[in-house]
């Protein structure tokens, strides 16, 4: 492969050579800090950029509080624009206000109104209720990052679906034929923005019962689509969590810490 040829693309697999590989350690790895100091810690840095990161975990375990909190600790600390796809309607404001309350002003000397307007105007968020929606969105975005159209000068570095799940789960199996491939599709689609715009891509997906234990939604053809997997478990009635990485691209599963979630 030539110097600066991209990967090459042979039906819907990006090919990498070893100079790809080598060229991916050396000058992309770049983290965006979470906030969160257990799971920066635990991730080596935070949410890696390129790569796509899913959390899974139960009801009420702490993924959207996460997502809410990555998202700000991204536009507080100027590091670019988040685009956000709520599937449930669990996008809020007043969450990212009171997030935004338990930064240290060390890390960000601005007044709190000034400072929340700010992080406002960085984070995108649309609402996405159905799999056509979401392919629309992933679409228009891929065409806007390809023009360089950016917002106020700051590009999208971060794109969070919560959750992917509640969009891929009613076509798997249900009334459309190509629910399998069509979540492939996505797959495919979130992986190749995440590498050509060096973008940090994070979704969500809940649990399933399982053999013994509950396991991660959406089967075995999307468990290998995540870069990175971390499960989040929360302490009844806590805001303390645990986070325990399932997979990790350098890590070795089962490796945990604990963590709280602010507000």
């Known amino acids: 492969m030539n110097e600066g040829q991209p990967p090459v693309e042979n039906g819907g697999v990006l090919w990498s050579d070893g100079m790809d590989l080598l060229k991916d350690v050396a000058e992309r790895k770049h983290f965006f800090p979470t906030g969160l100091e257990g799971i ?8 890696r950029k390129g790569q ?57 000397k601005e007044p ?22 979401l392919f629309e969105v992933l679409d228009q975005l891929e065409v806007s990052l390809n023009d360089k159209v950016n917002n106020g000068g700051k590009k999208i ?19 459309y034929s190509q629910g399998r491939s069509m979540m492939i599709s996505v797959a495919m689609i979130l992986k190749k923005l995440a590498d050509k715009h060096n973008l940090s891509v994070l979704v969500t997906n809940h649990m399933v019962a399982g053999n013994g234990a509950p396991k991660p939604a959406l089967g075995e053809s999307w468990k290998a689509v995540p870069h990175i997997r971390l499960m989040i478990s ?29 507000g």
Do not use: W
């Not at 920066?40 to 949410?47: A, E, H, R, W």
């Not at 670019?80 to 002003?105: C, H, K, M, Q, W």
């Not at 399932?246 to 599963?253: F, G, W």
């Open 234 to 262: 929360r302490d009844r009635g806590s805001n303390i969590c645990t986070a325990t990485i399932l997979k990790h691209t350098l890590m070795a599963s089962g490796r945990h810490l604990r963590f709280a979630v602010p």
């Open 52 to 108: 796509l990161t899913e959390l899974t975990g139960q009801s009420s375990s702490g993924k959207t509080q996460a997502c809410l909190s990555f998202a700000s600790h991204v536009a507080a600390r100027h590091m670019g624009v988040v685009l956000y796809l709520d599937t449930s309607n669990s996008f809020s404001p007043s969450r990212i206000a009171r997030i935004l309350d338990e930064i240290p002003i060390s890390l960000i």
């Open 157 to 175: 570095c971060l794109l969070i679906i919560d959750s992917i799940s509640s969009l891929l789960a009613p076509i798997i199996g249900g009334k």
């Open 112 to 133: 709190k109104d000034v400072r929340l307007k700010r992080v406002m105007s960085s984070i995108i968020c649309e609402s996405v209720f159905d799999i056509f929606a």
């Open 40 to 47: 920066d810690t635990l991730l080596g840095g935070g949410l």
